[in-house]
């Protein structure tokens, strides 16, 4: 199971919208409406934005959102904060409860 | 509360073998599956393989079919992770996190170091 595909690095400035893709196939992303999405700041545990494409954990500020199309996935952050900047991984059902992430992107509030 | 601790870190030689405890609460232990994710130093989030702590049954990812054992003790709400013939690639960060197609709560992570 190779790793989804994700762009290394994408920035924007503070208030700008930022989004970032998670390209995988159709045995994976293209194939269950399961895509994930977390949050790593550096030296802590990833923490859950998205699920299921589209829906947002409670907690998780609305200016997260998540969509889908084909093979890829979508991340968007409406209103980039500082407190932002961080990296996301994505993550998709794989079939027969297999899962595999995204390569991540390190995202930068310039 | 819902928590997830894990177990304090290790060094291992090369070809030992390591097991990873990380015990639940807060919850019922058997309604949600758990996964096993690791991070090498500086790399990216790579999926294991997942639990479902109800019956025990497992599911894999291929690259550590052969080398990797899950386990649950439901009186615990415990599982565990072994990884066996250790080699230097396999130092990272190992976590385990509830789930099932969105990983909530997750354990602090345990660091396995592998070195000679």
């Known amino acids: 199971q190779s790793a989804l595909t994700q762009p290394r690095s994408v920035s924007g400035s503070p208030g700008q919208s930022v989004t970032i893709s998670c390209t995988g196939t159709?045995?994976?992303?293209?194939?269950?409406?399961?895509v994930s999405w977390y949050q790593q700041h550096p030296g802590k545990a990833p923490k859950l934005m998205i699920y299921?494409?589209?829906k947002r954990p409670s907690g998780v500020p609305d200016r997260f959102s998540g969509s889908k199309s084909g093979n890829t996935a979508s991340l968007t952050i409406s209103g980039l904060q500082a407190e932002d900047e961080a990296d996301y991984y994505c993550?998709?059902?794989?079939?027969?409860?297999?899962?595999?992430f995204g390569t991540g992107t390190e995202v930068t509030a310039l | 509360q819902v928590q997830v601790v894990q177990s304090g870190a290790e060094v291992k030689k090369p070809g030992a073998s390591v097991r990873v405890s990380c015990k639940a609460s807060?919850?019922?232990?058997?309604?949600?599956?758990m996964h096993w994710v690791r991070q090498a130093p500086g790399q990216g989030l790579e999926w294991m393989g997942i639990?479902?702590?109800?019956?025990?049954?497992?599911t894999y990812a291929q690259k550590f079919q052969d080398r990797v054992t899950m386990t649950r003790d439901t009186s615990t709400s415990t599982v565990y992770m072994e990884l066996s013939s250790l080699r230097s690639e396999d130092t990272a960060m190992y976590y385990c996190?509830?789930?099932?197609?969105?990983?909530?709560?997750w354990g602090q992570g345990t660091l396995v170091t592998v070195s000679s």
């Open positions: 996190a509830r789930g099932e197609y969105g990983l909530d709560y």
């Open positions: 807060g919850y019922t232990f058997t309604r949600y599956y």
């Open positions: 639990i479902n702590p109800s019956g025990g049954g497992t």
């Open positions: 159709s045995s994976d992303v293209g194939g269950y409406n399961y």
């Open positions: 299921d494409v589209s």
């Open positions: 993550c998709s059902h794989a079939g027969s409860y297999t899962y595999v």
